[in-house]
């Protein structure tokens, strides 16, 4: 074979079966988009297709403008090296090459991981042979570089900005946050479920967002399930992949439903509500499962008490 999809398999976790991306947004009108390491979907009133053909990329970003970023390249084994470029859907569906194809490793010289305002965060794991893992750094929209955090950073390899300016990682299967300052802080160390993996090192969390009211949500690939952090550190299990495939990330719409993307075993991308997989709340949420034999209860005492009332009624 001489070039192949930019396949960066040494840059992303591995499992035994897949190494999917995490690309899943929304716009400001609520449509999907998603990538499937081949083409870009959108997802229209329930209805799905191409906007962006024959790309290969791990992430995607949108800006306040409804602008969708990507990349796209291919890998060179006669020359052992990678190429690769950053593209924009525009609003009204023009394709425009950002910055042209180029030899380089994904993140050497963009990143998709962007905040509302096009700040873009990395980390220079992959920036051969000038490694740095003990940095957060952040670049502004003209180009200025900084170092937004310090810490130990080797084990991470998503960073997914959220919209009220903090910076959600997770690493050895603990999830931190980063404030718009700097500050690092641990969100919880208890979403793995030990019998998942064998290792505490093994990479199991993927997508990392939150909701509007600021709940926290994690895609347990290894679990195949999605759980719900709240803010008193709560977790709860709110959906479970069927059969072959499980949770990359997610993303919620105008409506507040929440769309899923998953990977499957075979290396496949799909994107469902998660209204056709959601788990059972009355089982998973531990406040409903005390609730409802008491709500069942009393039901029941209401019926016998009105028959009761007819039965004695009709007798005075």
């Not at 900005?161 to 997770?170: E, F, K, M, R």
């Not at 990359?248 to 993307?261: I, P, S, T, Y």
Request: include cysteine; aromatic fraction near 12%.
């Amino acid at each position: 074979m001489t070039k192949l999809n930019c396949l960066f398999i040494f840059l992303i976790p591995l499992f035994a079966y897949a190494h999917p991306g995490v690309g899943i947004v929304k716009d400001s009108k609520g449509n999907i988009f998603f990538t499937d390491l081949h083409q870009v979907w959108k997802i229209h009133n329930g209805k799905k297709t191409v906007v962006v053909p024959n790309v290969h990329t791990h992430e995607l970003y949108i800006d306040k403008y409804d602008n969708l970023f990507g990349e796209g390249g291919y890998y060179d084994d006669k020359a052992i090296k990678f190429y690769h470029y950053l593209w924009v859907l525009r609003p009204n569906g023009r394709v425009d090459t950002v910055i042209g194809m180029k030899e380089a490793y994904v993140r050497q010289d963009f990143s998709l991981a962007r905040d509302k305002d096009g700040n873009e965060y990395y980390i220079k794991r992959f920036l051969v042979p000038h490694i740095d893992t003990n940095h957060i750094y952040k670049k502004t929209p003209n180009g200025k570089e900084t170092v937004l955090a310090t810490g130990n950073f080797k084990k991470v390899n998503w960073l997914h900005p959220q919209d009220d300016g903090s910076i959600l990682y997770a690493a050895k299967n603990i999830i931190f946050r980063v404030d718009s300052l700097g500050n690092i802080r641990l969100v919880t160390d208890q979403i793995r479920n030990s019998k998942s993996l064998n290792s505490k090192d093994d990479i199991l969390i993927w997508g990392i967002w939150q909701d509007s009211s600021k709940n926290i949500y994690a895609a347990v690939f290894s679990d195949k399930t999605i759980k719900k952090i709240d803010h008193s550190g709560n977790i709860t299990t709110i959906y479970t992949s069927k059969e072959n495939w499980s949770p990359l990330h997610g993303a919620f719409d105008n409506k507040n439903k929440l769309w899923v993307l998953e990977g499957s075993d075979n290396n496949e991308a799909r994107v469902i509500s998660a209204e056709m997989g959601l788990a059972n709340s009355a089982k998973q949420d531990p406040t409903k499962s005390m609730l409802l034999p008491y709500i069942m209860l009393g039901g029941l005492v209401l019926i016998i008490g009105i028959l009761y009332l007819k039965t004695k009624n009709k007798y005075v």
